[in-house]
């Protein structure tokens, strides 16, 4: 599920339509969690498909570790690639802003953690980077994991309108990061070798 200050909006017609943050949105906001509405789909029942739903799938959804492609149910399928995004996902099934979001300002996620299936190039922002490929999130997945630790702390402090979703117990571990009792774990996590 995407933060609840958030809106779909048209972006351009080179990216087409993005999720907008309708308020400010600080670093260390969950901006998205894995819900039980969101749906997972396995390689099979991808490939049993018409060809019209693996179109659909392709379009909108991102592979899991195990491999298999998920389909959030909400705005959070609209959220686009940026090599500067502004949100980050962790190894937790949530995504992170990793700087404060105006209102105004689009989400965005860097697609390299993905899993995507098939490189692609991605609109120049003046980064070294031009093409995401299947394989980034074993190349940069400590740049990242600095980012994401860079705000963790924030977690705790920030409001969490989607704190909810978020199982109780993986809340204690959140706070236990964040007292430094233990690590956090690396986004390289999410990695599906293909």
């Not at 740049?143 to 993986?170: A, G, H, R, Y």
Request: hydrophobic share 35%.
């Amino acid at each position: 599920m995407i933060h609840p200050n958030t809106e779909l909006k048209f972006i351009n017609d080179d990216v087409g339509y993005g999720v907008v943050a309708t308020k400010l949105i600080p670093a260390g906001t969950i901006t998205w969690v894995l819900d039980k509405l969101d749906r997972e789909f396995s390689p099979s029942d991808f490939q049993s498909m018409d060809p019209l739903y693996q179109n659909i799938l392709e379009t909108y959804t991102y592979r899991n570790n195990k491999g298999n492609l998920v389909l959030c149910w909400d705005l959070g399928r609209f959220v686009n690639h940026s090599f500067n995004s502004n949100c980050l996902t962790t190894s937790y099934d949530f995504e992170i802003a990793i700087r404060d979001i105006c209102p105004g300002e689009q989400l965005t996620d860097d697609y390299g953690y993905l899993n995507i299936s098939e490189p692609f190039r991605g609109i120049d922002e003046g980064t070294k980077r031009k093409v995401v490929y299947p394989d980034d999130l074993t190349k940069y997945y400590k740049v990242w994991d600095k980012k994401i630790e860079t705000v963790f702390n924030k977690i705790v402090l920030q409001e969490q309108p989607l704190k909810p979703l978020i199982e109780p117990k993986l809340w204690v571990k959140i706070q236990n990061i964040v007292d430094g009792k233990e690590p956090m774990d690396s986004i390289l996590n999410n990695y599906f070798k293909q």
